[in-house]
């Protein structure tokens, strides 16, 4: 099966060399071919070039992309997209005045979305998660992190797993599973924390790695939660299965945790809404990539993550949904580049890099999926007709997409 796609008016993202991160200042840059085309091959890019270049290719498909924009399908590094039921009542309770904080001390949030999680049977996680991740696909997302976190017991993120791991085989995006082994305290062990760390280091960990889905291990290091000590055995012990760590840090404190997670390798840190220049100095040098959510900042309300001065001080940024039930219920990037400009101040360039080529580097497969380059992934978003690029960020809560192409299908 190949397609062919003519008359592109903006072709976005064009790197003839294989880019896997673009960083600081680089950032501004979006490399673009106007009057374009783009042959694509089974899953596979195969030739792009200027329409004036263009020597006639067969293909099974052809689309004339007049007027429109083509660009390589969003790549969304943070997702909680597998969860039972939802958290409306909660919204509503913060509407009227209580915080997050609030709202999870009277069982509210995560142990709240634990609880429906563990009473909803695999196949009905199943249905409702892929359900969501369609709706993502069909808003230009081909590639997607999913992390579990909402079992909290062995048994329950075993079951995440393999919903996670069917999503995989059933989906033509690209999934990368993340274990996120330590989202929050169970009531139970609530006087008791170290009891609980012991238990995910010897327990849920490795049976959790056996099961051979996930290269990555997640922990949300925060005050209440997992503190710097914790979060470190919890590294360690995801290590030892080899287990790369992409963490949640700095959401509502700095507790140091970037700088842990720097030293342990991490891939990326992820929200920063909260952020000093200890944290900026602990990611210069590094390998890791921060990743900001402004949907969560957008949704409970809090600050929105400094981005410039993570890009300004010449290191990388890649931007996600963290879709999830109670912090951010929306999985549309669409929504997240519009604000990454509004909000986090970023030229819509930045934006769409932060969205395609480092949110695949934030997942690891940068090599194969985020810029239109000879040799990667078929993934493509075509868009509605519009005069130029910054029209996607701009007409926000619009969708910009006509489109999409997964893997070299045509949804
Ligand atoms: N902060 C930790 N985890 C999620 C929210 C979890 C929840 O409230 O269900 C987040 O990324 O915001
Ligand atoms: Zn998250």
């Known amino acids: 099966m190949s397609i062919l796609i003519t008359n592109i008016k903006q072709l976005l993202q064009v790197h003839d060399s294989n880019v896997t991160i673009v960083k600081g200042d680089a950032m501004k840059n979006l490399p673009i071919i106007e009057n374009a085309y783009v ?23 052809v689309i004339d992309a007049t007027g429109k924009i083509v660009l390589p399908s969003w790549c969304d590094s943070h997702t909680h997209v597998v969860y039972a039921g939802d958290r409306t009542s909660e919204f509503v309770d913060r509407i009227n005045g209580l915080s997050y904080a609030e709202i999870a001390n009277k069982g509210g949030g995560i142990l709240n979305s634990a609880k429906k999680l563990q009473d909803t049977s695999e196949d009905d996680l199943f ?37 996670i791991k069917r999503i995989k085989q059933e989906s033509l995006a690209k999934i990368i599973p993340t274990l996120l082994a330590a989202h929050a305290i169970p009531e139970e062990f609530k006087s008791k ?15 959790a790695a056996k099961l051979n889905i996930t290269h990555y291990v997640d922990v949300f290091c925060e005050e209440g939660y997992f503190d710097i000590k914790d979060t470190e055995a919890i590294l360690e012990a995801g290590k030892k299965y080899n287990l790369r760590p992409k963490i949640h840090v700095n959401q509502f404190n700095i507790l140091g ?3 842990l997670g720097v030293k342990h390798n991490a891939l990326s840190v992820d929200h920063l809404e909260e952020l000093n220049d200890d944290d900026i100095e602990a990611l210069k040098g590094s390998d890791t990539i921060s990743v900001a959510l402004p949907g969560c900042s957008y949704f409970i309300s809090i600050p929105y993550t400094p981005a410039r001065k993570i890009i300004d001080a010449g290191l990388p940024l890649a931007i996600a949904t963290d879709y999830n039930p109670g912090t951010a219920p929306s999985g549309n990037m669409n929504f997240v580049v519009s604000a990454a400009c509004v909000k986090l101040k970023l030229t819509p360039e930045e934006a769409i890099n932060a969205a395609t080529i480092n949110g695949a580097y934030a997942m690891g497969i940068s090599n194969m999926y985020g810029s239109i380059t000879r040799g990667k992934k078929a993934n493509l978003i075509i868009t509605k007709p519009m005069n130029h690029y910054s029209e996607i960020p701009y007409a926000f809560a619009h969708n910009p997409i006509e489109q999409v192409i997964i893997n070299g299908q045509l949804l």
Not at 132 to 150: D, P
Not at 193 to 207: G, H, M, N, V
């Open 257 to 259: 945790g970037i700088a």
């Open 39 to 61: 042959y694509i091959d089974h899953d596979t890019i195969i030739e792009y070039g200027k329409m004036e270049d263009y020597r006639p290719i067969e293909a099974d498909t």
């Open 193 to 207: 924390k170290q009891d609980y760390i012991k238990y995910i280091t010897e327990e849920l960990i490795p049976q």
């Open 127 to 163: 249905e409702q998660s892929i359900k969501r991740l369609n709706e993502l696909i069909a808003m230009g997302s081909g590639a997607v992190e999913i992390k579990t976190g909402y079992g909290l017991t062995t048994e329950a993120e075993l079951k995440m797993l393999r919903v």
